[in-house]
């Protein structure tokens, strides 16, 4: 947890001084080459899998620094790492340097009676602070995505994760310095003290454009109140899965049981699966009966219970619960109306899921279920960058405003006009 700190004056002059580091640098940034990128970020990869056996054991350090603590499964697993994970790193950074560069790119252009020739063109945001706890790997993704959309970033992580994420920072400024880039365009905060969080979120004296947190909802919530600056973020991941009268049922067996339990401490886990009242008969058993089998705790509803009596009952906290955890509430709907109230009652609008073979019903969910991802017939476990061909992600963001789901290079851009003309004067 990151509470709330008064200013300290050194750690202010410490940070402000990393804020100037991270604008001087995003300058060249702007407008540094393709080439000169994708070197960085393949020599970044590269230092990851040559430095492995380092990271591992300044992993391992972390995760006996919290041996005892009442650390939330999900927590430990997000803090540790291991030879898939590192390659796996290593592999997105690798991805990452193979999209097509956004900086530059014509997203419209048109012409005018008068002439003008009107292009919309990507450009980098600036400086990002991405706030993180217990997620060593989002030094890489971070780094990686911001590098790309050609922006300096500012790395803030938890104490739980500082030697895993400094070991994984090492790795990215030799990719840095690989390609003759700003070593300060990726910047890891070098204390933990708790003022940095603050002074990020007052903006550095200007320098930093958006804050990106990555961490539970205490975090989360103090970045949305507190910030200064604009902020990607999503509070909470209650996700939900609807199974339709008309959905195959051997899918969605394979489908709600990937969906909590591949990773239950993912912000995309479902928390939630309504099934349809015309469904109770054919379906609802068979659901319940694979989700025990694989070691989850079911809250079932009124209805529910009737079908299945020894079941933990749901509380209306349930409903609004993102438990990250081997634990599912269960609820029977009237049909995709039912779902569709349900979800817009305690939905944190991250992903929601239907499985349906009826066109109409998968039609309606997706057009009145306003969240930032909707899959048809697939798991919930799909809302990542990487899953979405982006390489990485730095964040899912849940807002309205310029980006949503999740955040890729393209959402890391904002845009600025090239108008061109041939003498012409405004009458």
Not at 29 to 46: I, P, W
Not at 114 to 129: A, Q
Not at 131 to 157: H, Q, Y
Not at 274 to 295: K, M, N, Q, S, Y
Request: with cysteine.
């Amino acid at each position: 947890m990151l509470d709330t700190v008064a200013p300290s004056p050194d750690i202010d002059a410490l940070m402000n001084d990393i804020g100037r580091k991270a604008k001087a640098a995003a300058r060249p940034l702007g407008f540094a080459s393709t080439e000169a990128k994708n070197k960085a970020l393949n020599a970044m990869a590269d230092a990851i899998m040559a430095n492995k056996a380092h990271i591992l054991a300044e992993n391992a350090k972390d995760l006996k620094d919290i041996e005892g603590s009442e650390t939330l499964a999900s927590f430990v697993d997000r803090l540790t790492l291991n030879d898939k994970r590192i390659a796996e790193m290593a592999e997105g950074i690798r991805a990452i340097a193979a999209l097509a560069d956004p900086v530059g790119e014509v997203i419209a252009a048109w012409d005018r009676p008068n002439g003008l020739k009107i292009e919309r063109v990507r450009t980098p945001l600036g400086v990002i602070g991405v706030i993180f706890e217990s997620r060593p790997n989002v030094t890489a993704d971070a780094g990686a995505l911001c590098l790309k959309a050609g922006n300096a970033v500012i790395l803030r992580c938890g104490s739980d994760s500082r030697r895993s994420s400094q070991a994984i920072h090492v790795c990215m400024v030799e990719g840095l310095k690989a390609a003759g880039l700003p070593e300060h365009a990726i910047q890891l905060v070098p204390v933990t003290d708790r003022a940095a969080v603050g002074a990020m979120l007052r903006g550095l004296e200007g320098a930093i454009d958006v804050i990106v947190p990555r961490g539970g909802k205490s975090l989360v919530a103090r970045v949305q109140n507190e910030a200064r600056v604009p902020v990607f973020a999503h509070l909470e991941g209650l996700c939900h899965i609807y199974v339709d009268a008309s959905a195959d049922l051997e899918m969605a067996k394979k489908i709600v049981v990937n969906a909590k339990m591949r990773r239950t401490g993912i912000c995309g886990a479902a928390e939630t699966l309504l099934v349809d009242g015309a469904a109770i008969d054919t379906h609802l058993t068979p659901l319940l009966e694979v989700l025990t089998d694989a070691g989850c705790e079911i809250r079932a509803s009124a209805a529910v219970l009737k079908v299945a009596p020894g079941l933990k009952t749901a509380t209306e906290e349930d409903w609004s619960t993102e438990y990250l955890d081997a634990i599912i509430s269960v609820a029977t709907v009237d049909g995709i109306s039912g779902a569709i109230a349900h979800i817009q009652t305690y939905s944190s609008n991250h992903t929601e899921a239907v499985i349906a073979e009826d066109p109409a019903v998968v039609q309606r969910f997706f057009t009145e279920v306003d969240s930032a991802v909707l899959l048809h017939n697939a798991s919930t476990q799909f809302a990542d960058g990487g899953e979405f061909g982006m390489g990485a992600e730095i964040g899912i963001a849940t807002g309205k405003m310029h980006a949503r789901g999740p955040v890729g290079v393209e959402q890391l851009t904002s845009f600025k006009y090239r108008v061109r003309g041939a003498g012409q004067t405004r009458p």
